[in-house]
T-cell receptor
Framework: RKEVEQDPGPFNVPEGATVAFNCTYSNSASQSFFWYRQDCRKEPKLLMSVYSSGNEDGRFTAQLNRASQYISLLIRDSKLSDSATYLCVVNGGGGSARQLTFGSGTQLTVLP | NAGVTQTPKFQVLKTGQSMTLQCAQD?????MSWYRQDPGMGLRLIHY???????DQGEVPNGYNVSRSTTEDFPLRLLSAAPSQTSVYFCASSYAGLNSGNTIYFGEGSWLTVV
């Protein structure tokens, strides 16, 4: 079993749609969770951290379920500019940057 | 603000050749790392460093060397290139302790093809 698993997609949704991605992780000691966005042929960039209580940043909402060991990302009112690959990133227990594990990404295409 | 700068952006090597990917950051980050990204596999950690003079192996270190003589620079050396090293390479930096308040910054990537 992969340490961090994501549905690779692709997710093709119309503009204005709501789309949700899930990610599961295997290390129950994991402490920090993130969503990164990666555009085609570009570097990953932090989209948002995921807090235990859940957090929202504009149209983006992230949730953490420690009991089931999954995190989610909800995008409301999708824009064409949201088209990208979304990477789930988990910090495996020690709080150190070297213990980050990246999912393989979920590809989103927002269609006009 | 330069952030993380890595060069070259594109490189084609012949099997057996050696080369160095350069990486520099101007944010005074203690932690620097190299990842490779292959289709369907996510980013995998090659080597990392938590400060000048300190390096350690990541998940896939074979065939690569690193050094950290200064806080700013963290070059990655391919000793004898193999086709299996065809990949996209990302250098990254951050503060060493990673919590929800810190983040990793990536360079723009280096596309390497070994023929």
């Amino acid at each position: 079993r992969k340490e961090v698993e994501q549905d690779p997609g692709p997710f093709n949704v119309p503009e204005g749609a709501t789309v949700a991605f899930n990610c599961t992780y295997s290390n129950s000691a994991s402490q920090s969770f993130f969503w990164y966005r990666q555009d085609c042929r570009k570097e990953p960039k932090l989209l948002m951290s995921v807090y235990s209580s859940g957090n929202e940043d504009g149209r983006f909402t992230a949730q953490l379920n420690r009991a089931s060991q999954y995190i989610s990302l909800l995008i409301r009112d999708s824009k064409l500019s949201d088209s990208a690959t979304y990477l789930c990133v988990v910090n495996g227990g020690g709080g150190s940057a070297r213990q980050l594990t990246f999912g393989s990404g979920t590809q989103l295409t927002v269609l006009p | 603000n330069a952030g993380v700068t890595q060069t070259p952006k594109f490189q084609v090597l012949k099997t057996g050749q050696s080369m160095t990917l350069q990486c520099a950051q101007d944010m005074n980050h203690e932690y620097m790392s190299w990842y490779r990204q292959d289709p369907g596999m996510g980013l995998r950690l090659i080597h990392y460093s938590v400060g000048a003079g300190i390096t350690d192996q990541g998940e896939v270190p074979n065939g690569y060397n690193v050094s950290r003589s200064t806080t700013e620079d963290f070059p990655l050396r391919l000793l004898s290139a193999a086709p299996s090293q065809t990949s996209v390479y990302f250098c990254a930096s951050s503060y060493a302790g990673l919590n929800s308040g810190n983040t990793i910054y990536f360079g723009e990537g280096s596309w390497l093809t070994v023929v």
